[in-house]
């Protein structure tokens, strides 16, 4: 059974940084895509970052630059590290795994595998 379990949110003042990270366990192997969304009140959840099977990795336009996204040696553990953090970042974040495929496909209905999610506030 896949469970992927989020951690490491909170609240930070606009600048600051915070890494969340994502265990994942039941998971077939390592030769699969993940990747972080999220999803702001009101709004879709959108794609921030993802990395492949090959540990290359994408990012949206509005967090390029500012956030990074690895995984350790085992691929049992995502994380995001996010720094000079901006008001509409403020978001639930979410982890997600894609098993079908090595290389990621930048969307929510790809992702069959998703955590619960952690909050991220960013004050002005």
């Known amino acids: 059974q896949v469970q992927l379990v989020e951690s490491g949110g909170g609240s930070v003042q606009a600048g600051g940084s915070l890494r969340l990270s994502c265990a994942a366990s039941g998971l077939p192997g390592s030769s699969y895509c993940m990747g972080w969304f999220r999803q702001a009140a009101g709004k879709e959840r959108e794609w921030v970052s993802v990395i492949t099977a090959y540990d290359t990795t994408a990012y949206a336009d509005s967090v390029k630059g500012r956030f990074t996204i690895s995984r350790d040696g085992a691929k049992t553990t995502l994380y995001l590290q996010m720094n000079s953090l901006k008001p509409e970042d403020t978001a639930m974040y979410y982890c997600?795994?894609?098993?079908?495929?090595?290389?990621?496909?930048?969307?929510?209905?790809?992702?069959?595998?998703w955590g619960q999610g952690t909050q991220v506030t960013v004050s002005s």
């Open positions: 997600a795994a894609d098993l079908s495929r090595r290389y990621c496909v930048r969307t929510v209905a790809e992702f069959g595998y």
